[in-house]
């Protein structure tokens, strides 16, 4: 069974930095590609950046520069390196699995293409 387990949240001052973990298991990181996402109440899910399996990566215009999604294969886990983050509502980060994804080199799927989901880790950002 797939599980997905988003760590690293918490409050972090505008400019600062966090790094959010998400622990794999029941899947393959060679086999998934996986995404990051974030939730504000409210609003809809948004994508935030994506990993395949063929090691290309893509985010969205708001956070390219500012965000790093990497994996480390050894502890199946994928991170996202977020610095300069900025003032914003409280949103929950959620990271997400696709199967058999090689490439990501024209952008990320859909929000409803994943197929595994974790609960995700609150983030907030305070001015």
């Known amino acids: 069974q797939a599980q997905l387990e988003e760590t690293g949240g918490g409050l972090v001052p505008s400019g600062g930095s966090l790094r959010l973990s998400c622990a794999v298991s029941?899947?393959?990181?060679?086999?998934?590609?996986i995404g990051w996402f974030r939730q504000a109440p409210a609003k809809q899910r948004e994508t935030l950046s994506c990993?395949?399996?063929?090691?290309?990566?893509a985010y969205t215009d708001a956070v390219k520069d500012r965000f790093t999604i990497s994996t480390d294969g050894a502890k199946k886990t994928v991170y996202l390196q977020m610095n300069n983050l900025k003032p914003e509502n409280p949103a929950r980060y959620f990271c997400?699995?696709?199967?058999?994804?090689?490439?990501?080199?024209?952008?990320?799927?859909?929000?409803?293409?994943?197929?595994?989901w974790g609960q995700g880790t609150q983030v907030t950002v305070s001015t």
């Open positions: 997400a699995a696709i199967r058999r994804l090689r490439t990501v080199r024209l952008g990320c799927p859909t929000v409803p293409s994943f197929d595994y």
């Open positions: 029941g899947i393959t990181l060679d086999m998934h590609a």
């Open positions: 990993i395949a399996t063929d090691g290309t990566t």
